[in-house]
């Protein structure tokens, strides 16, 4: 709604005052150009992977959205409370209702790869994407400022703003202002538009992208949240679809054959050959659209693990060393915590419950020299910590709660894994979303951090069985699916390679989920 306030204005102004004078244009040529001018080969390509790289990140973004599709400004995300919802179902009250039965199919012709609850794929395609966004951006803004060319993008006099208003304003009547050759030049709303584009869009989706990490958001965690950030990084896209729709129409309605000479051959002249080239290219990057379909359907293995071996180096170099802060307060707890997974059938695990886990015992063994079996009482007698953190589901929704628990390096402490145990696995009462035993791998080094916890509190009481009673992992600076709930027995391993499909956790086996989630 607020987007049309403009408008209103430039038509109230048309309509008292008229139109606003535009000077004329002068005639160019390449001999009488001053300035920088032309579309240099970089810039040129620059734009054609620009094109491929945000087509395939507004797609797969579309893909993670619909698998929460709610968004919200607060950190709870009680159902109710978002300012949208992309789905026609509100949470029924009379059942449990999880956030994977909330999640919703979407057009594989709209997202990559779409349909329902598909979003490891969805996530492998939006990291390997943004790699090549952010590098062609780095790129471009570097060879801009290292030629003259930067001119043409960076406005240098207040004017150019009064002048992209008056130029709006035309827009808005539906009357075209006399256009100067974009060869030569932009005009001033143009050229503000690129800039915002290229120096604005660009930096802020990057850097919403970033804030949804549970790794930065544990660690800072007073600089906003994780809701804020994803509702903003939404509005971005919105405002790449806009801007995509509004170029395309300006390019077609201003001299298509001479503006697809400048963008695709680099010349000024009104031959075809831009034109027959550039459909060339959007053929190319609709092929890679299908491409990309036909991979996450036949060879979604290859792709997580490409994913992965360029993902884990960065995230182990950089997220994953950022220890998460204790910094919420219990008040800040959520009043609505989204559950997730099935609940346990296994009959020990209800005869269990039903005596309240008294004759529980957490098997610890594996490639240890002490192995254990603890009941619940002897856990809590190793000594318990407690913090308040925020849970982020790889599905997008998050939730404050407080956790208290036996840190895992007490454990490991007791049981002193022998040298070659590198993995520590998780195996759980409950089954997978696709059948088989739920399990979760960390590595050996990342349990030793001080915010890993075997947890059996929540929120100053038991956990409930809902929330994963008799114990469930936390490791605050990653994703919830790592974080196994029920839990039934530890072991210690060599590699994770050993355990049900050796990807690294039930997740990891079926869904083509990350090994190490920092984000
Ligand atoms: N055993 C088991 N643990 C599990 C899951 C599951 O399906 N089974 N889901 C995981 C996921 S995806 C998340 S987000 C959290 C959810 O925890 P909550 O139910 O307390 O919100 O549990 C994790 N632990
Ligand atoms: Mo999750």
Known sequence: MLAFVPVLV???????FGLPYIPPLLPYSESAATGPHGF???VRYCHFFNFLFLTMLIRSGLSILMD???LYFNNDCTPGTEWIRLSPLSVPADRMWTAKDDARYISPL???PGYRHTIGIARSWHFLN???FIITGLIFVSLLFSTTQWQRLVPTSGTVFVQAWSTFVHYANFHFPPEPNGYYGYNALQQLTYFGMVFVMGPLSIATGLAMSPALVNHFSRFGGRQAARSIHFMAMLGYVVFIIVHVTLVALTGFMRNMNHIVVGTDDLGPLGMILGFVGIGVVLLCWVV????????????QHLQRT???PLLLATFNRV???QRYRIDEASPHFWPNGKMPEREDWKRLAADHFREYRLQVGGLVENPVELSLSELQALGMEEFVTMHHCIQGWTGIAQWKGVPMKTLVDLVKPTPAAHTVVFYSFGKGLYGGDYYETQRLEDVLQPACLLALEMNQRSLSDLYGAPLRLRVENQLGYKMVKWIERIEFMESEKHVGQGEGGKNEDDEYFDLLPNI
């Open 68 to 70: 929460h599709p709610r």
């Open 292 to 303: 990309a379909h036909y991979v996450s359907w036949k060879r979604p293995r290859r792709l």
């Open 110 to 112: 709209a997202a990559l």
């Open 323 to 325: 220890a998460p802060g």
């Open 130 to 132: 943004v790699y090549g």
């Open 40 to 42: 240099p080969m970089w």
């Open 310 to 312: 360029i993902s884990l």
């Open 10 to 16: 430039a038509w109230g102004q048309a309509a008292r």
